[in-house]
């Protein structure tokens, strides 16, 4: 569906980015992507994102912050949260440097994911361990993670 060029004003534009924003926050790349399904032209798209992170109303940085604590909370691992944050655009120091502030211990973290979905389960045999294992790569967490978690569940 083509728009009304008329429509396509810089205010339009910018109320459209502000009732975006409104609802969460969201990284720069997400947010033109946004409007520009929404046919804005792409000069205008720059100036009002611009006109955005001047007015710390667009920061990649703590969109990654927030981002990080949201992926936390759903038992996620760190190369899943790094994953999801390169795709919605946020640059590699923005993405570390969250995770570094967030004082997260990744190793209970797999633990507790591990037991959340495997307590009181024995392993059986290699192909449940095995699952197991493809499940904690899934959520994120790294082989010397993954180890842990197993670890302490057969102790």
Request: glycine content about 4%.
């Amino acid at each position: 569906m083509i728009k009304d060029p008329e429509k396509l004003t810089p205010q339009a534009l910018w109320y459209s980015a502000l009732g975006l924003l409104s609802r969460r926050d969201h990284s720069r790349l997400e947010l033109a992507q946004k409007l520009r399904l929404r046919q804005f032209d792409n000069e205008l798209i720059e100036a009002a994102l611009e006109k955005l992170v001047e007015q710390q109303w667009l920061c990649d940085e703590r969109f990654a912050r927030i981002q990080v604590r949201q992926h936390v909370l759903k038992k996620h691992g760190p190369m899943r949260v790094r994953m999801e944050l390169k795709r919605k655009g946020v640059d590699e120091h923005v993405i570390e440097q969250a995770l570094a502030e967030d004082e997260t211990d990744w190793f209970e973290l797999a633990k507790t994911s591990y037991e959340s979905r495997f307590r009181g389960r024995e392993i059986d045999d290699i192909k449940e361990k095995a699952k197991r294992v493809r499940y904690l790569q899934s959520r994120g967490f790294n082989s010397e993670q993954v180890r842990y978690a197993l670890e302490t569940e057969l102790d």
